[in-house]
Structure formats: structure tokens, C-alpha cells
């Protein structure tokens, strides 16, 4: 028996969800059994009786709302522990066409692809702002980078997953899971692609994008935060390598006069030199440790998939 399950992750959601929950399927071609799941992620409103109402297959509440990152996680580990073989996540704001989600697994049982990002048609949503689109292409662009992979809108929520996928991954910020997943994905050589989607009317402001500016910070602190988990050699050694040629200059400078005889002094240079070359060494051996402590994590990260595998392989006898 071949079960998907669709996850909505939602804080405060009893408006949109319903006209969600109305547009999702019951039945999807290649799936005996689909299932939803919504993750209540400590919302204060009616979110929950919402779900009740529609007959929600499972119902996991977070009693304190913990981010849309950590809902996300959450929601994973459920579906694995409810016995899914696919899991489709989606937004509760009915950004996305569920119409599109046989085309989302299509890849997926076609045995193409083990993970799956739905691709938005950035430049002709209209409720996006310029500075928004240009944000989406960056972040992709970053992720491209880190990655290793071609995923064209990284940011998207719209995604399909096998069972694998779900416990191979593991999100470490709280902002959002969008970027991270798909470099985790990258580094791990799982088969990622994307296809394209089509999304719905804008219901409500986007809860990420609480302003330009708060959205640019945020991005940026992403961004940065990625490098240094999943490109800690290169984050830390290249500006190290920079600094050493760096304070080439004023030590070849102070040599020169010093043994040369020209003019006195030049302490400055000496100064200089000896503060870049410290700070050079300082960030060429943190990039070694962290080369290191990325290398743990990695083991670790393989006895939290053994874990969830045998999570899974209970629920299966279970259901047996």
C-alpha cells in the first residue's frame, strides 16, 4: 500500500485554510491511500477546529509556536511515523495550485527524482514586489552555490519527498526550511528537481516578509548562516587566505626600509602585519575545526536517519 501524505504547516490560519483544505485531493494517481496533516503550530484562533471540521487525517499540535521551520521538521517526522512513502508539503495560505500536485510526484514515481520543488512563475506573480523577486532569484542563486544543484526557485514551499528524503533531513535555523533543505539535499547526492507549478490569488501578506527590510536582513543572515554550516572550509579559510596576502604588503614594507636602511621606524607597518597575519591564522584554523565539526555532524545526522527508519518500520508492523 503506497501512502502519500500532504502536510499543511499553520499559525493562525482559520481564514485560508479552509479554502486550502477545500482544493486539496482526496485521491492522487500512483497513491492507494492520501492523507492530510496539518501542523497547529501554537496558533490561538479557531486553526484547529478548522481542521477537525474538514476531517483532517492527523492533527499534530505544537502548544507554543515555534516557527514555520520547526513545524516544518515537525510535520516530517509524523508523516514518517505515519507510514508515508511520499510527503507533499504545502502552505496554508493556498499559495499553491493543488491541482499541480500529481505534477509535483510525477517526478518521484517515475523513479526520476527522490525530492521534488514546485517552480513558481516569480516574474508574473503580481502581489511579489520587485524587491521580493529579486530577493527569490539570490536566494536561489546562493543555494545553487552551496548546493551543487539547479533548483531555479529554491525558496518555494511546494515540494514532494520520498520517506528517505524526509529522514535525511534536518533543519538547524528557525526562519525558514526553503533553502536549507534543498542544500542539504545537494550536499547528500540526493536526486533533486524541479517542476513548474502554477499559484492561487493572494489570500493574505506574506507572515515571512513582515517588511523589505526585515525580509533583506534576514536573507542575509540566511545566507551567511549557510555558508558556515555547509561551506565551513571555504567560509572561513578564503577570507583567511585574503588577510595573509593581505599583510604581505606592510611586512615586505617594513623589510624593505628595515634592511635597507632608508628612513627609521616604520613600527606601523610591523603593527599592521602582525595583527592581519594573527587574524589570518585565526580564521584558517577555525576553518579546519569547523571542516571537522561539519564531518560529526554528518555522523550524526546518519544515526538520527537510522532512527527514523526504525520509527517507520514500526509503524509498518503496527499497521500490519
Same mark, same amino acid.
Given at each position: 500500500?503506497?501512502?502519500? $501524505?500532504?502536510?499543511?504547516?499553520?499559525?493562525?490560519?482559520? *481564514?485560508?485554510?479552509?479554502?486550502?483544505?477545500?482544493?486539496?485531493?482526496?485521491?492522487?494517481?500512483?497513491?492507494?491511500?492520501?492523507?492530510?496533516?496539518?501542523? =497547529?503550530?501554537?496558533?490561538? =484562533?479557531?486553526?484547529?477546529?478548522?481542521?477537525? =471540521?474538514?476531517?483532517?487525517?492527523?492533527?499534530?499540535?505544537?502548544?507554543?509556536?515555534?516557527?514555520?521551520?520547526?513545524?516544518?521538521?515537525?510535520?516530517?517526522?509524523?508523516? $514518517?511515523?505515519?507510514?508515508? *512513502?511520499? @510527503?507533499?508539503?504545502?502552505?496554508?495560505?493556498?499559495?499553491?495550485?493543488?491541482? *499541480?500536485? %500529481?505534477?509535483?510526484?510525477? %517526478?518521484?514515481?517515475?523513479?526520476?527524482?527522490?525530492?521534488?520543488?514546485?517552480?513558481?512563475?516569480?516574474? *508574473?506573480?503580481?502581489?511579489?514586489?520587485?524587491?521580493?523577486?529579486?530577493?527569490?532569484?539570490?536566494?536561489?542563486?546562493?543555494?545553487?552555490?552551496?548546493?551543487?544543484?539547479?533548483? %531555479?526557485?529554491?525558496?518555494? +514551499?511546494?515540494?514532494?519527498?520520498?520517506?528517505?528524503?524526509?529522514?535525511?533531513?534536518?533543519?538547524?535555523?528557525? !526562519?525558514?526550511?526553503?533553502?536549507?533543505?534543498?542544500?542539504?539535499?545537494?550536499?547528500?547526492?540526493?536526486?533533486?528537481?524541479?517542476?513548474? $507549478?502554477?499559484?492561487?490569488?493572494?489570500?493574505?501578506?506574506?507572515?515571512?516578509?513582515?517588511?523589505?527590510? !526585515?525580509?533583506?536582513?534576514?536573507?542575509?543572515?540566511?545566507?551567511?548562516?549557510?555558508?558556515?554550516?555547509?561551506?565551513?572550509?571555504?567560509?572561513?579559510?578564503?577570507? +583567511?587566505?585574503?588577510?595573509?596576502?593581505?599583510?604581505?604588503?606592510?611586512?615586505?614594507?617594513?623589510?624593505?626600509?628595515?634592511?635597507? +636602511? @632608508?628612513?627609521?621606524?616604520?613600527?606601523?607597518?610591523?603593527?599592521?602585519?602582525?595583527?592581519?597575519?594573527?587574524?589570518?591564522?585565526?580564521?584558517?584554523?577555525? +576553518?579546519?575545526?569547523?571542516?571537522?565539526?561539519?564531518?560529526?555532524?554528518?555522523?550524526?545526522?546518519?544515526?538520527?536517519?537510522?532512527?527514523?527508519?526504525? =520509527?517507520?518500520?514500526?509503524?509498518?508492523?503496527?499497521?500490519?
Amino acid at each position: 500500500m503506497k501512502k502519500l $501524505i500532504i502536510q499543511i504547516p499553520c499559525f493562525n490560519e482559520e *481564514d485560508t485554510l479552509p479554502i486550502t483544505l477545500q482544493d486539496l485531493p482526496r485521491a492522487v494517481a500512483g497513491f492507494d491511500v492520501v492523507e492530510w496533516l496539518v501542523i =497547529d503550530d501554537g496558533s490561538t =484562533d479557531g486553526t484547529a477546529q478548522v481542521a477537525r =471540521d474538514y476531517k483532517v487525517d492527523h492533527i499534530l499540535r505544537i502548544n507554543v509556536h515555534r516557527g514555520l521551520a520547526r513545524a516544518f521538521t515537525a510535520g516530517l517526522n509524523h508523516c $514518517i511515523r505515519a507510514g508515508a *512513502d511520499v @510527503i507533499v508539503n504545502t502552505d496554508a495560505d493556498n499559495q499553491y495550485n493543488a491541482a *499541480d500536485i %500529481p505534477v509535483l510526484v510525477a %517526478p518521484i514515481l517515475a523513479g526520476t527524482a527522490e525530492f521534488v520543488v514546485g517552480e513558481r512563475p516569480i516574474a *508574473d506573480i503580481k502581489h511579489f514586489s520587485p524587491a521580493k523577486k529579486i530577493l527569490q532569484r539570490v536566494g536561489s542563486w546562493v543555494v545553487r552555490m552551496a548546493s551543487n544543484t539547479s533548483i %531555479p526557485d529554491a525558496p518555494s +514551499g511546494f515540494r514532494a519527498m520520498t520517506r528517505d528524503v524526509a529522514m535525511g533531513l534536518n533543519v538547524f535555523g528557525n !526562519y525558514t526550511y526553503t533553502l536549507e533543505t534543498v542544500i542539504q539535499a545537494g550536499r547528500k547526492n540526493m536526486a533533486i528537481t524541479s517542476v513548474p $507549478i502554477r499559484t492561487n490569488r493572494d489570500l493574505r501578506p506574506s507572515r515571512l516578509v513582515k517588511s523589505p527590510a !526585515y525580509y533583506i536582513r534576514a536573507s542575509i543572515v540566511t545566507t551567511v548562516r549557510i555558508f558556515m554550516i555547509y561551506r565551513p572550509f571555504r567560509f572561513f579559510v578564503i577570507p +583567511g587566505a585574503i588577510l595573509f596576502f593581505i599583510a604581505l604588503i606592510p611586512s615586505i614594507r617594513y623589510s624593505y626600509f628595515h634592511f635597507t +636602511g @632608508i628612513g627609521g621606524g616604520h613600527l606601523q607597518s610591523l603593527i599592521g602585519a602582525a595583527i592581519l597575519f594573527t587574524a589570518s591564522f585565526v580564521l584558517i584554523v577555525a +576553518g579546519f575545526l569547523a571542516e571537522l565539526i561539519g564531518v560529526n555532524r554528518q555522523l550524526l545526522e546518519e544515526i538520527r536517519w537510522r532512527m527514523r527508519e526504525r =520509527d517507520y518500520e514500526a509503524q509498518r508492523e503496527r499497521d500490519e
